[in-house]
């Protein structure tokens, strides 16, 4: 089975940082994009970052220069650093696995808050 498991969130202070992490199974993570994407709410979820199976990376640009997204193809696991938070940051933060069209899996989700 398949499972995407994120940790890291919590509460935090503007100006703060957090890590989220997301562990992968069941899937042969080095051939798959990473992402993490972000659902505050009332809006509609947004990609945050991705990493593709070959390194090439992309932000949004409203977390450019403060969130770092990598992956550790050992571990199975793609982390999110993100630092000099925002309240506008605040938001269900969870991990994505894209293969192809119809081979994509979702993580369950983590909270993040930030407080102002």
């Known amino acids: 089975q398949v499972q995407l498991v994120e940790s890291g969130g919590g509460l935090v202070q503007a100006g703060g940082s957090l890590r989220l992490s997301c562990a992968a199974s069941?899937?042969?993570?080095?051939?798959?994009?990473m992402g993490w994407y972000r659902q505050a709410t009332g809006k509609l979820r947004e990609l945050v970052a991705i990493?593709?199976?070959?390194?090439?990376?992309n932000y949004a640009d409203s977390v450019k220069g403060r969130f770092t997204i990598a992956r550790d193809n050992a571990k199975n696991t793609v982390t999110l650093q993100m630092n000099s938070l925002k309240p506008e940051d605040t938001a269900v933060y969870s991990c994505?696995?894209?293969?192809?069209?119809?081979?994509?899996?979702w993580g369950q989700g983590t909270q993040v808050t930030v407080s102002s």
């Open positions: 994505n696995a894209y293969l192809n069209y119809g081979t994509i899996y």
């Open positions: 069941g899937i042969n993570f080095r051939l798959y994009r």
């Open positions: 990493i593709t199976s070959g390194g090439s990376i």
